[in-house]
């Protein structure tokens, strides 16, 4: 709990296996439940999880196997988000890359600005590679220039909201877009509910990157254009 504040921890999951106890183990005590979602790992990713399932009472392991290309990290947001039950509701990768500890201070931050829906970015922060920068200020410029949303960080992974706001974000993409999709969504459907609140990356990876970087930025770049092209086209829902 944070002040009298339900809070549920979202984590997609795929291959983590190495790591998961203590990445688990290290979530801190103000997170009320934690919903992992895991999604076709090859390795031991999900038993590990079940495990500590049996003796976390706030850990709840859904399996999600859907995949768009390969990927589910989309799915695994969509799930764990339809199923957490907290009234606030945080969402982070789950190997380690994300400070969940600073979600105290971070939401305070949100509510005081009077915000819905925050996402928290990395940068600017040195760091980050020369080719994550520019990969992230690439599509950073696209979504102003498309969407006049100015964001620092517009492929972070991080994103702390009220309940509240889950049906006005009409998350659909499976991949890696819904990182984009999220915060364009969150930022048409919640106006000024909608902030950036900067972060510090709290540590390297741990374990091995899901992340095919080139591939998957391509994707993100034509993803951006053809969702403003089929907004325009009133394909998209309104509220
Ligand atoms: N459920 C599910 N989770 C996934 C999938 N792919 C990746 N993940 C998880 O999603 C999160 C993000 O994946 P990462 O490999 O960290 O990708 P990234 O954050 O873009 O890149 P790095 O942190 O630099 O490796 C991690 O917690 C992964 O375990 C997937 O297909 N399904
Ligand atoms: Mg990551």
Request: neutral net charge; proline residues 4%.
């Amino acid at each position: 709990m944070i002040g009298n504040l339900y809070i549920s921890l979202v984590m997609p999951c795929r291959n983590e296996e190495a790591h998961l106890g203590n990445t688990i183990k290290s979530v801190p005590d103000f997170f009320d439940e934690i919903v992992l979602v895991e999604n076709r790992s090859t390795d031991d990713t999900y038993r590990v999880a079940k495990s500590l399932e049996n003796r976390m009472p706030k850990l709840r392991v859904l399996k999600d196997d859907r995949t768009h290309g390969g990927i589910g990290y989309g799915y695994a947001h969509i799930t764990g988000i339809g199923a957490a039950t907290g009234d606030i509701i945080v969402c982070a990768d789950c190997d380690g890359t994300y400070p969940i500890e600073d979600v105290p201070r971070l939401l305070r931050s949100m509510l005081e600005q009077g915000c819905a829906f925050a996402t928290c970015s990395r940068y600017p922060d040195s760091s980050i590679t020369l080719k994550h920068r520019l990969g992230v200020t690439t599509l950073n410029l696209e979504i102003l220039v498309l969407y006049g949303l100015k964001l620092c960080d517009s492929l972070s992974g991080m994103w702390i909201f009220l309940k509240d706001v889950i049906p006005r974000l009409k998350l659909t993409e499976g991949d890696w877009n819904l990182s984009p999709q999220i915060k364009i969504n969150a930022h048409k459907h919640c106006g000024e509910l909608f902030c950036e609140l900067p972060v510090r990356q709290a540590r390297g990876r741990l374990g091995q990157t899901k992340q095919s970087y080139w591939r998957t930025g391509i994707r993100h770049a034509m993803w951006i254009a053809c969702n403003r092209v089929h907004e325009r086209q009133g394909l998209l829902p309104t509220d």
